[in-house]
């Protein structure tokens, strides 16, 4: 890898182990590369410069990581290995443990390295799940606060809806009669028509001609339909 390439997303990961120290690392096309400085500094290997003109060619290649870092020195798997191999430092067999056992199968499973989590101790159990009952009576809170503003809102719907009902009824009666009112305020006799056969062909008409028909509650008969001035005009007077 010769070409210079400037790193500057989650490729580039710093990563660190207690008693051991920091390793920046980038992932390119799913192999690993390590800060060379980084790693003298752990395994106390001096001139990091000169260890990386002794690397194999392939082992080496240099990173552009910005402005706070510049150009870096990066070696391989391959690599790493043979600067672990010239440490006489005892953190070098740790050190080789953890990066070939953890960081490397982490990093090439999920693109990056996160270190393991130690047990949490009782008294952090308890206040992790306090803080859990304290977020779920948050949600339920929510959930409840939402439930009682759906339902304020399906009942000013139902409200409007019955607006719009009354208004449509007060619209039907003030142009519609029943059949032996309209008879009455024309003043045909009522032995000269049959109003429930007068009934069947208005709403016949209205059905035909997509009108509304109309109710109203009489004391004698009960609920009776009532019908567009216009067609009990056309039936009595066709």
Known sequence: MNELQVINDERFQIFSKENLGSVRTILVDNEVWFCIKDVCD????TNPTV????LD??????????SKFGITNFTNESGLYTLILRSDKKEAKP????????????IRKTGKYEEKKKPLTQAELILQQAQWMVEAESR??????????????IE???????RLENNQRRTVTSN??????????KGIKPKSYHAPSIGKKATKICREKDLLIGTTVDSRYGLINTYPVEVLDEIFFE
């Not at 060619?57 to 910005?66: I, M």
């Not at 519609?176 to 305020?185: E, F, K, Q, R």
């Open 95 to 106: 050190f080789r443990k953890w990066i070939t056992s953890e960081v490397i199968p982490a």
């Open 51 to 54: 260890v990386a003109k002794r």
């Open 57 to 66: 060619e392939d082992e080496v290649t240099k990173f552009n990581l910005g």
């Open 176 to 185: 519609h009669l029943t059949v032996i009112a309209y008879a009455n305020i």
């Open 156 to 162: 000013d719907n139902d409200k409007s809806i019955k």
């Open 140 to 153: 339920i809170n929510n959930i409840e606060n939402n439930v009682i503003g759906l339902a304020n809102t």
């Open 42 to 45: 752990i395994l106390e290997l």
